[in-house]
């Protein structure tokens, strides 16, 4: 495994990551769970994510029966979670003072901790203030309860205001993003949040790298029964299914074989040959899946001018 710093801050998550997202406590069993921590911790992963959105706070219960029971040292672990929406009433949601105290509070009972290292507003809301937000995580870091807080969906133009309006009454800003990012959308790391990257030094955490599965090269030949198309409606299924994107999963699974390795890691890699990702957030069903994805962090030296230069002009036709 590798490590990066996440950002400009001298916080080191591992290159790649584990997500909990319609996995832990949903799609898959307990035990499954536990053997898919198990392995990314043996793989040298370091930093393993949650929301209080995903399954109402059910994956992160899942998360935390398995930090509970492995006793992990605290200090070899990067944990973070989430805050929007855990229910539909009132203050249930949002990013208000009394929901982002209590949502971090919930997080915390729920995976048995005394602190996150990294806390994410899940999405802008825009019926609190955004000086409300910047206040209170900046409490929550006073309280030791966060040590890093962060954006994810915000577009260049949020997180700058986040961040001018920290520096403005002196909170402490925003240190990182989680954003979508792979090869078939790629226009809000390389261009939306470009700015802050560069000129801030945000670190991001990127999830989807391999766009619900597709660049794993799982629909090359068909729709697999137990695949996440497989359960979309036919529309919905032929827009994801698009024949044009088929065919460059096609070319891209040639270059994976020139380069001996499985399509999914050349996707993986492909995100971390940017130098403004820190880690690339991996699901996963199954533990076997977490060991060959965690290689990703080795294969970006594969990844010459060269094939890079293959890659683009397969995703630019």
């Known amino acids: 495994m590798r490590y990066r710093n996440l950002g400009r801050s001298g916080l080191k998550v591992s290159t790649v990551s584990l997500g909990s997202w319609r996995t832990f406590g949903l799609t898959i069993d307990q035990a499954t769970t536990e053997a898919c921590m198990k392995s990314g911790y043996e793989e040298g992963i370091n930093y393993f994510d949650g929301a209080e959105g995903y399954g109402s706070g059910r994956a992160e219960d899942a998360m935390g029966v398995v930090l509970r029971k492995m006793k992990w040292p605290r200090e070899s672990l990067v ?6 929406q855990k229910a539909d009433a009132p203050n249930q949601r ?24 990294l ?13 409300e937000t910047v206040a209170t995580m900046h409490e929550l870091i ?8 962060g954006t994810s969906m915000f577009s260049g133009a949020q997180i700058m ?5 920290a520096r403005q009454y002196g909170y402490t800003p925003p240190t990182m993003d989680q954003c979508v990012y792979n090869m078939f959308h790629r226009e809000q790391l390389e261009r939306e ?3 802050p990257i560069k000129e801030l030094g945000y670190g991001t955490t990127v999830f989807s790298p391999l766009a619900v599965g597709f660049l794993s090269g799982k629909y090359n030949e068909g729709v697999p029964d137990d695949s996440y198309a497989a359960t979309m409606e036919d529309e919905s299924r032929g827009n994801f299914l698009a024949d044009e994107k ?22 993986l890699a492909w995100c971390l040959k940017n130098p403004g990702v820190s880690t690339v957030l991996t699901g996963a069903s199954r533990a076997e899946q ?5 290689k990703a962090a080795e294969d970006v030296d594969l990844l010459t001018e060269e094939v890079m230069a293959r890659i683009e002009e397969i995703l630019q036709t």
């Open 79 to 84: 944990i973070s979670s989430k805050v929007f």
């Open 94 to 117: 949002g990013l208000s003072r009394k929901h982002v105290v209590e949502a971090c509070d919930a997080a915390l009972n729920r995976m048995g901790l005394d602190y996150l290292d």
């Open 119 to 131: 806390y994410f507003c899940h999405r802008p809301d825009p019926e609190t203030p955004l000086e």
């Open 142 to 149: 006073l309280r030791g309860k966060i040590l890093y807080w």
């Open 161 to 165: 205001h986040a961040h001018a309006l």
């Open 193 to 195: 949040i470009d700015l």
């Open 246 to 267: 088929i065919a460059k999963s096609r070319k891209l699974a040639v270059i994976a074989s020139d380069l001996n390795i499985p399509q999914a890691r050349l996707a």
């Open 290 to 294: 977490v060991k060959q994805n965690a």
